[in-house]
């Protein structure tokens, strides 16, 4: 199965979500592109304060890892990379509806969701090692993975957003 979702292809961060938002022209999308200016707005507006959480928390993340091009001289908040460059051909993530592709790149990947990512390995989808961290959150070395908490605030707050930077940062320097 191809890559379902939003985001740049050059993705360094990789975001896998169960499901997509409730607008008739995302039920049956089945490509990777990036979004369109105002996408965000448009989805936030049409499908509810969920897909706003989400789009939040995952700025957040970027902030908070501060991936190249996240420069504090161009990019100010983590508002101001969500409206212009957060899933968009200018931005370094990707948001996916199909489960993970692994592959040998430098692209970390994340399931937002421990009982999706517990339904992908019981659907034979998501084949891994993972190492159980907590309640919340896992991790799988080798295929550059990462469960966490879904991405809202109560679920995801910013000491669990912390701690998902420590994982991303032991991802990576694991890869040099």
């Excluded at 100010?76 to 051909?89: A, F």
């Excluded at 993975?145 to 694991?174: G, M, V």
Aim: charged share 25%; proline share 5%; aromatic share 12%.
């Amino acid at each position: 199965m191809d890559r379902i979702g939003f985001g740049s292809n050059t993705s360094l961060i990789a975001v896998y979500v169960e499901k997509r938002p409730l607008i008739p022209e995302y039920q049956s999308f089945q490509d990777y592109r990036p979004l369109l200016p105002n996408e965000i707005e448009f989805i936030n507006n049409r499908a509810g304060n969920g897909w706003r959480k989400l789009f939040n928390v995952y700025a957040k993340i970027i902030e908070a890892i501060n991936l190249p091009g996240f420069e504090s001289e161009k990019i100010r908040s983590w508002q101001q990379y969500r409206d212009t460059h957060l899933l968009k051909s200018s931005g370094q993530e990707a948001l996916l509806f199909s489960p993970p592709r692994f592959s040998r790149d430098s692209t970390i990947h994340i399931i937002a969701g421990r009982t999706y990512a517990k339904k992908l390995i019981n659907e034979g989808k998501l084949c891994c090692s993972l190492i159980w961290l907590n309640e919340e959150f896992a991790i799988d070395k080798e295929n550059k993975l990462i469960i966490c908490p879904f991405f809202d605030y109560r679920q995801l707050s910013n000491t669990k957003i912390d701690y998902l930077k420590t994982l991303i940062d032991e991802l990576c320097l694991a890869q040099i």
